[in-house]
């Protein structure tokens, strides 16, 4: 068993670079980025078989590719501290001239990138693709992808859902972030989804529920569970339910801090509540 | 006056076809995707030789750029196959957002483009593709005038590392030119010799040009024929050589003069060497039902069209 200690240190050291991020230059994505530190930690330390170098091609390697790609702060949080480019870039996001886009790119060449996202609907599509093309080249690693839940009003989700039941896609496992909120509102007001496990199911699909998306246990656990179920033919979807700015108290349980970074006095509770662990960039 | 022989009409998109069943036997990291038009893109044969290589992705054509782009990661060399509307104007974002901006190795193939869809009408007939995708940071945009360019065109931009734009179309056409010529990417390929007008074209337009030309010669007219297959990146030194000479330019495309070749080729004439120039596009219209040869002479797209504008160009000098 991995120790969980250093993961969870690693998750508020993570909340830390997140706020930091964001409110140095007052805009970027915190809640959502927050809601998934635990998955993205845990998927970059424990559940992917990574290589040490970054290759575009990422063959003989698991890769990830972040659909919602406004919670870039998690994602560059989590590339830099496992090596992909140096922690101290982290105080370039959103800055010109920078490789840390406000939304990720391969544009400015930054490592751990593997393709543009920010307008929605778009990863799973290209997550399948790679996929596609790990199977032809008889590489027998896996495809994560990580979705927002108010993504999947994007149409282009449920083509590339039915086209992977469809073609047996079964070396990728797509996450969800089921965090329940979206900018507008929370996802129930905006527009009902209805009930997401039963529509992947109803278009073939595998599909997990990690209840506690938040518990790095429940997340190596599900996420341990949903590798098992690769390579049966069908694609695996994992449903992970977050809460949206987890970690700091007055970011949780609402859609305010989708895309509001905080101020001086709220960077300083924040800050307060997630303690430095493994040092700030 | 050089002249060309037509030998035989046959429609472009079998060039494509058959430049991709060449692709299937060469290079083994091209892979084809088509949203449910295998046929009319003429992909029968490599689905044929090559199912392990190709993708029936159904009519979800934002879902095909998609999976495109997630190919290239891990080295395959995807060819997209449908027509030129759902190629470009449903699929923008995603075009530009995946494939585009994301720099990948994809190839979009856009049967079908313009007027000579014919009978399908408006809904199937884009006339604003070139300006969609040439407005595209590092795309390359072509338009290949018969059969045998085609098929180059094809072979060759599986070897070309970067996003491709390649687009041709549905009806019979004259094929004149070379069967085995190599396709160079970005280079204008002057037809005739002229000293009196240069026409600039692309797509069906080259071979309506050579025409033109006969009869701009019969009236004693010396027209400079320039096959522009290339419009992104565009062959600025072609052109500003020809109209040295000849001190006026046609352009001819089947698209919308709006985005179009003219108004690539006139941009670097006003930076380089303003010069008089008409244009014989469609004048920011949609088209319509109809055969193509109809639809052509309607929107003032063939021979007779190009006749007239070399004339009243030349008077402008």
Known sequence: MPDTQQLEDLVTQSRRDILRMVHKVNSGHPGGSLGCAEFFVTLYNEIMERNDEFSMDGNNED???????????????VLARTGYFP??????FRLINSRLQGHPTTHEGLPGIRISSGSLGQGLSVAIGAAQTKKLNNDNHLVYSLHGDGELQEGQNWEAIMYAAGNGIDNIIATVDLNGQQI???TEDVLPMGNIKEKFE?????VLEIEKGNDIEAVLKGMAEAKKRTGQGKPVCVLLKTVMGHGVDFMMHTHTWHGIAPND????????????????? | MKTYTNTGNKDTRSG??????????????VVALCADLTGSLKMGDFKANHPERFFQVGVSEANMIGIAAGMTIGGKIPFTGTFANFSTGRVYDQIRQSVAYSNKNVKICASHAGLTLGEDGATHQILEDIGLMKMLPGMTVINTCDYNQTKAATITIAEYEGPVYLRFGRPKVANFTPEDQNFDIGKGLKLTDGTDVTI????HLVWEALEAAKVLLEKGISAEVINIHTIKPLDDKAILDSVSKTGCIVTAEEHNYLGGLGESVARILVQNNPTPQEFVATNDTFGESGTPAQLMEKY????????????????RK
Do not use: M, R
């Open chain 1, 87 to 92: 922690l101290e870039e982290l105080n370039s």
């Open chain 1, 63 to 77: 890769i990830f590719f972040l659909s919602n790609g406004h919670i870039s702060p998690i994602f560059y949080s």
């Open chain 1, 202 to 206: 109803a278009f073939g699909w595998i």
């Open chain 2, 200 to 203: 600039v074209a692309t797509g």
């Open chain 1, 184 to 186: 507008d509102g929370a």
């Open chain 2, 16 to 29: 494509f076809g058959a430049g991709l069943t060449e692709l299937g036997k060469t290079n083994e990291n």
């Open chain 2, 300 to 315: 003032g797209l063939n021979s007779e069209s190009i006749v007239k504008a070399s004339e009243n160009v030349i008077k």
């Open chain 1, 265 to 281: 006095e709220q960077l300083a509770i924040g800050l307060a509540q997630n303690p430095e662990t493994l040092g700030d960039y």
